[in-house]
Nanobody, 121 residues
Framework: VQLVESGGGSVQAGGPLRPSCEAS?????MGWSRQAPGKEREGVAA????????FYADSVKGRFTISKDNAKNTLFLQMNSLKPEDSAMYYC??????????????????WGQGTQVTVSS
């Protein structure tokens, strides 16, 4: 599975961004993780294709919304009310058949190249 992210960028605090991730084929689950310089990669949000369950890290609940266009195998992350601490490289991840037991753990089989998100105060 190839994953191609786009839609990152620079924005002022409080603004929105909507990165997207296109998968080359069907995936059972997809998610977003992020990694800031000097920090570990952390799961942000995840989505199961079957059933449509979604999962969010506490730090983004109420501000981020994950969604998926199943017909196009494309994942979106609507990020609102962005904060400087949201600045990081955002990575799209996916698994073809089996989803991680803990969807927010960065334990997926396929990863994109990342898209940078920078939030200025």
């Amino acid at each position: 599975v190839q994953l191609v992210e786009s839609g990152g960028g620079s924005v002022q605090a409080g603004g929105p961004l909507r990165p997207s991730c296109e998968a080359s084929r069907y995936t059972a689950c997809m998610g977003w993780s992020r990694q800031a310089p000097g920090k570990e990669r952390e799961g942000v949000a995840a989505s199961f294709t079957r059933g449509g369950s979604t999962f969010y890290a506490d730090s983004v609940k109420g501000r981020f919304t994950i969604s998926k266009d199943n017909a196009k195998n494309t994942l979106f992350l609507q990020m609102n009310s962005l904060k400087p601490e949201d600045s990081a490289m955002y990575y799209c991840a996916a698994d073809r058949a089996y989803c991680p037991a803990h969807p927010l753990d960065p334990d997926y089989g396929y990863w994109g190249q990342g898209t940078q998100v920078t939030v200025s105060s």
